[in-house]
């Protein structure tokens, strides 16, 4: 039974992708509409000359598809401008192989050309997100071009044929677009490669050089107390100044950095709850540390997190590793086995981004977890989607079923917050309480609610006393 699949939502690919790539995407997807638009309309025009209305219909339609993918793109909804603009294109680029640029012994065929070019464009569009799309659509521009450039395929009977001068025409002016078209992409590729190892290099450089520090989130008890923190790693760049990690942790886990900089992060965060554990207002927090696929992959990663706790000496129930839906789903013994291990040791569990991947109910109640974190994406709107208000619901109940905590991310409002109080979720962490903070500045706001509620205690004890 999936527990999450139909409430599965996929966090953001844009995440992943830096603001100069999206740019050049933005700009490609706009300068297709563009094209898609006057095509269709240049078609649609030579079609009505000649009162053959099927195509013209068919130009109608492609030129609604342009201004749809234009708005979409405009909107910032990339994805769905691509499916638009490619998904149509691939339909009326072999609509019209099949029915009027049927190759013959003294013109070719030349329309099928643009199925290349729009291949590695769907490539590079999808990039990052599911196999369906990433792979699906280049492979069936790619089959399309293959059959239509080896074959005569087509309806050689097909009342729309275009007449042979226009084929000639039109020959030359597909070969030069779809080559613009190629020439664009590869562009956009190649300026993705050079800043991607630009990227690389830095950061190598950075963890050579410790140019990371952590920041610490709040996370918040029912009674506004500091319950813990979330440890999250940002990147001092000499030049740069502070690089957020959704901008150098998708190069740092393809090119392995995350290796190194995750060792950092669990050291430093092990230190840091020993110095805690030496003052009453922070030695009861819990350190929420995220761990990456990658990392958690190694074989020796047990071996790798003890060697730290053991070294550092920390309480191994002071640490929490937070992992992602995404990462349990492949070699689950393997998973459950590590998992076993550590929690043996001490140290706990929390499944971050819950709700966004796909788990099964069964396998859930097979891992040793301590807490289920709802993620911010069904917090967001929480009040006003039914839908996120069953999500958040379900992810409670069943935390509340498999004798988990459950903890409530991105909270940013106290709308949200009494909300999930009034529907059994006592933990918070977000905006309404603080941002992620630099040390000193967590220490001082913990103190500060520390120092809050133990002025709260006497009164409430003296308030208590019966007069
Ligand atoms: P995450 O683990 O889901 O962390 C929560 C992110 O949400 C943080 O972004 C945090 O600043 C942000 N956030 C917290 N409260 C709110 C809120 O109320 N509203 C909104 N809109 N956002 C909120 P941040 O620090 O940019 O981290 C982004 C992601 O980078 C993290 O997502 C995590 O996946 C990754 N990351 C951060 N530190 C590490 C690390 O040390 N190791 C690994 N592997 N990944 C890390
Ligand atoms: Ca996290
Ligand atoms: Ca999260």
Not at 34 to 40: D, F, K, M, P, Q
Not at 70 to 81: M, Q
Request: glycine content about 8%; some cysteine; hydrophobic content about 50%.
């Amino acid at each position: 039974m999936s527990s999450q699949g139909a409430a599965a939502r996929s966090k953001p690919h844009n995440a992943r992708v830096s603001d100069k790539h999206l740019r050049r995407v933005r700009m490609l997807l706009l300068l297709g509409s563009a094209l898609v638009i006057v095509i269709g309309l240049g078609w649609g025009v030579f079609f009505a000359m000649r009162a053959k209305w099927v195509p013209v219909g068919v130009d109608v339609l492609l030129v609604g598809t342009g201004i749809a993918a234009a708005c979409l793109t405009h909107r910032g909804r990339l994805k769905a401008a691509s499916v638009t603009a490619l998904g149509a294109l691939f339909f009326v680029i072999c609509g019209i192989c099949i029915t009027m640029d049927i190759p013959t012994y003294t013109t070719p065929r030349s329309t099928h050309h643009f199925l290349l070019a729009l291949g590695a464009c769907a490539y590079l569009l999808f990039r990052g997100e599911s196999a369906w799309l990433r792979l699906g659509f280049p492979i069936a521009f790619f089959i399309a071009f293959i059959i239509f450039g080896s074959s005569f395929a087509g309806w050689a009977e097909s009342p729309y044929l275009l007449p042979a001068d226009v084929r000639v025409t039109g020959t030359w002016s597909n070969n030069i677009l779809s080559i613009v078209t190629l020439c664009l992409v590869l562009h956009i590729m190649q300026a993705d490669i050079t800043a991607r190892n630009a990227m690389e290099s830095d950061l190598r450089a950075a963890v050579a050089q410790d140019q990371f520090i952590l920041h610490f989130q709040p996370q918040m008890g029912e009674a506004g107390e500091v319950i813990g923190a979330e440890a999250l790693v940002r990147w001092l760049h000499p030049e740069r100044g502070m690089i957020p990690p959704g901008k150098f942790i998708p190069v740092a886990e393809e090119s392995g950095l995350i290796l190194p900089i995750g060792d950092w992060v669990l050291k430093k965060a092990c230190t840091q709850l020993v110095a805690w554990a030496q003052d009453p207002a922070t030695a009861g927090l819990t350190l929420a540390v995220n761990v990456s696929a990658h990392q958690f992959r190694q074989p020796d990663f047990v071996a790798q997190v003890m060697a730290i706790v053991e070294r550092s000496g920390v309480q191994p129930a002071r640490l929490k590793l937070e992992l992602t839906e995404s990462m349990l789903v492949k070699d689950v013994e393997d998973v459950i086995g590590k998992m076993s291990q550590l929690q043996a040791r001490g140290v706990g569990f929390s499944l971050d981004d819950f709700g966004t991947g796909y788990s099964s109910l069964s396998y859930l109640k097979r891992l040793p977890l301590d807490q289920l974190k709802i993620d911010q994406s069904f917090v967001r709107d929480l009040l006003s989607d039914p839908n996120d208000m069953a999500i958040a619901r379900t992810v409670v109940s069943l935390g509340q079923s498999l004798g988990l905590s459950v903890i409530a991310e991105g909270v940013e409002t106290e709308g949200q917050r009494n909300w999930l109080s009034a529907n059994g979720c006592h933990a918070f962490q977000g905006y309404l309480f603080s941002k992620p903070l630099p040390i000193a500045e967590f220490e001082a706001f913990t103190r500060r609610r520390h120092g809050d509620a133990q002025a709260q205690q006497p009164a409430a004890a003296v308030s208590a006393q019966p007069a």
